[in-house]
């Protein structure tokens, strides 16, 4: 079985997408985090998940030490907002993925997070948002991307509203980047996906009818 760590800061909707799709391709064994107060932790609880609350993120090598008898095979980082220290993403050797939501490299990188990418999608005019799945590296939002998932941004989105909807096909790219990443092994790039533009029936994306 393909064992999978997950690493969350907030309410942990990406990780509950994750639990909800494990079963026969993968488990997710622990859940992680910096924030004691993260609603992910809730969610691990109630599905007997184990949890670790870190003493201090910044600590490489007890985060090495304190995921080690998880023996994980992929390290989920699902709204996780600390920098992951250099010994980590080095422990797991490519084998730990970060969920973005914006179409990376373009509204990345530091103290791009939350509501503050949407923002930023919006008033850069772009037609175009949706979800980027990428390897870790030493940088926030660097590294091989894997999988992304167009979502148009519609002339009358709020912030909030885009949001919404980027968040919607977070919960579909995520649990299909990790099945892909179980069946191979490792994590591997997926096909585009381009469904958001045709699927007008996907009742998670909204088109705009013209
Ligand atoms: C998601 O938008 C994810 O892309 C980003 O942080 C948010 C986390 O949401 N990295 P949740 O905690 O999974 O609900």
Known sequence: MYRVGVFASGSGTNLQSLID???????VCVVATDNPAAGALQRAAAHNIPTISFADPRDGPDIVRSLAKFELDLVVL???????????????NRGMINIHPALLPAFGGKGMYGIKVHEAVLASGCAVSGPTVH???EEYDRGRILAQWPVPVLPADSAAELQRRVLAVEHQLLPAVVKAAAAAGTPVPLEPRTEA???ADDPSIELRKE
Do not use: H, I, Q, S
């Not at 699902?78 to 797991?92: E, S």
């Open 21 to 27: 799709a494990a079963g026969r391709e993968f488990t």
């Open 78 to 92: 699902a709204g996780y907002l600390k920098l992951v220290p250099a010994d980590v993403v080095a422990a797991f």
């Open 135 to 137: 390897v870790v590296g």
């Open 197 to 199: 533009f045709a699927a």
